[in-house]
């Protein structure tokens, strides 16, 4: 295996076009008040209302700590509602509420714009190709990593 370059390794490349992206989508989010971990709880939210704390956390892919730092924020601006189970009073639902959901639905589109933004030099089979590779990568990453 020839040795390369760090800036020119896959990994550099990868984390380039995250931090980038992300930069983007930061900006465009700050614009409504939120951050990507906020539009990220909301986007769940609008798919799975009623869930858990926890589950969120999973399904967003960070700490229940994380969340509920995340959770509390959102329910102060009055986006989302938390209240007990109906028949497991011990558990916690999350629900967006109306101001919650119009605001998610807001940002959401300008991100969709974005997303298109990002792929408008690309031609269509390009774009696919690009989503294809990278959905490799990640797969072989997630294999890589596991113990």
Do not use: C, W
């Not at 959102?74 to 109306?98: D, F, K, N, Q, V």
Request: glycine letters at 6%.
């Amino acid at each position: 295996m020839d040795v390369v370059h760090y800036s020119e390794r896959l990994l550099a490349y990868v984390k380039r076009a995250e931090q980038t992206t992300q930069l983007a989508k930061e900006s465009v989010l700050r614009s409504y008040g939120m951050t990507p971990a906020q539009q990220s709880a909301l986007a769940i939210l609008s798919d799975h209302d009623g869930i858990t704390s926890a589950e969120l956390a999973r399904k967003v892919g960070v700490t229940a700590q994380t969340m509920n730092s995340t959770v509390g924020r959102l329910e102060a601006r009055g986006l989302i509602t938390r209240s007990p189970h109906p028949m497991h009073g011990s558990l916690i639902e999350i629900r967006l509420t109306e101001a919650g959901r119009e605001l998610f639905d807001r940002a959401d589109a300008r991100v969709a714009e974005l997303d298109h933004e990002l792929g408008a030099d690309l031609t269509p089979e390009e774009l696919a190709d690009l989503k294809r590779l990278l959905a490799r990568v990640s797969d072989t990453a997630a294999r890589l990593a596991k113990p």
